[in-house]
């Protein structure tokens, strides 16, 4: 008898808007989509070590729905290099802090990526409007759970 697997790689999302004062202003929870690019990086981390690990986080104001064929975000305005990586038997779960100055205004989309510039893009995902204040903070939390 043969089993089939259907071997899925897919995340959600949590952003988080503080204020100045670190009060929590907003906070929203959106699913997002492991792109082509990014399965293969999966699939050739098996196997190879060649291709940096994720390590950036970034976000940005195209809210162009996300396909599998991206390899960028559509208009990224800030990216930061990622505060944590925890694996947790099948799920990964990256976070990122945005501070004050970086990342600012009406943001719609976010990615997570292998470099501080270019590199491999890993997911992405776009949501509702949130806007940033240059005082602002903003955390993201990411996780990528494979089933």
Request: proline share 3%; glycine share 8%; charged share 15%.
């Amino acid at each position: 008898m043969l089993m089939q697997e259907n071997l899925k790689a897919r995340g959600q999302v949590q952003v988080e808007i503080l204020d100045a004062a670190g009060a929590l202003k907003e906070k929203i929870h959106i699913p997002n989509l492991v792109v082509q690019v990014g399965r293969n990086f999966i699939a050739e981390r098996m196997t190879n070590q060649d291709d940096a690990v994720m390590s950036h986080m970034a976000t940005g104001t195209d809210n162009t729905t996300p396909a599998s064929g991206d390899t960028t975000l559509g208009t990224e305005n800030g990216r930061v290099t990622l505060d944590s990586t925890v694996v947790n038997a099948n799920v990964v779960t990256y976070t990122a802090t945005f501070p004050p100055g970086t990342s600012t205004g009406a943001l719609v989309e976010a990615g997570v990526l292998n470099a501080s510039s270019a590199g491999i893009m890993l997911c992405r995902t776009t949501f509702d409007v949130v806007n940033k204040a240059a005082a602002d903070t903003m955390i993201i939390t990411w996780a990528i759970t494979i089933s």
